[in-house]
């Protein structure tokens, strides 16, 4: 399955950007009106970075800096990985996991923004695709006249495991 597929990116219709000049101060704010965990920091409506929760802790709240005097272009994450609509899911939410960040954005070919999944994004898709598989899967057993108990039981496993695989991403 594609990005462009995901219902939880067809719902992402604003994305919150700012400018590399904008002061950290401003940023912040702007993540915390939004119940936002990272932002999109442009440069000339391209994207040049992206400044999340964890930029804020590790690198100025450790410091002791003053938000209000920084500016986000010498905070933000710079090497930013991005996405495109037709990469498939589980390339992103391995790309993610290898280099252990949690918001990807996703642009077009022209690096133009198109929006931005995290990592909770992947799992409530996850999770609504492992329910369907798993009435399907119910159902195929129960149509082939195998035992109920035999479909429920391989269904609990295909769940397990795939709850394992997610829960390893998320670490």
């Known amino acids: 399955m594609k990005i ?16 590399e000049s904008t002061s950290v101060a401003d940023v912040i704010a702007g993540m915390a009106e939004k119940n936002y965990g990272a932002a999109l920091i442009t440069k000339k409506d391209k994207l040049s970075g992206v400044f999340t929760e ?26 930013v990985k991005t996405a495109l609509v037709d990469d498939k899911v589980i390339d992103c939410l391995r790309r993610m996991s290898q280099g252990r960040f949690r918001h990807m954005p996703v642009v077009d070919e022209q690096q133009n923004i198109l929006g931005m999944l995290s990592q909770g994004d992947f799992v409530a898709f ?16 129960i149509s082939a006249g195998r035992s109920t108990p035999f479909a429920i039981a391989s269904a609990i496993l295909l769940y397990t495991i795939i709850l394992f695989i997610i829960f390893q991403v998320m670490i």
């Open 4 to 19: 462009s597929d995901m219902p939880e990116f067809k719902d992402k219709s604003e994305v919150l950007t700012f400018e």
């Open 54 to 79: 964890r930029d804020v802790l590790r690198k100025i709240a450790a410091k002791g800096l003053d938000v209000k005097k920084i500016k986000v272009r010498d905070y933000m994450t710079s090497n």
């Open 126 to 141: 996850t999770m609504t695709d492992v329910l369907s598989r798993f009435t399907s899967t119910s159902k195929a057993e």
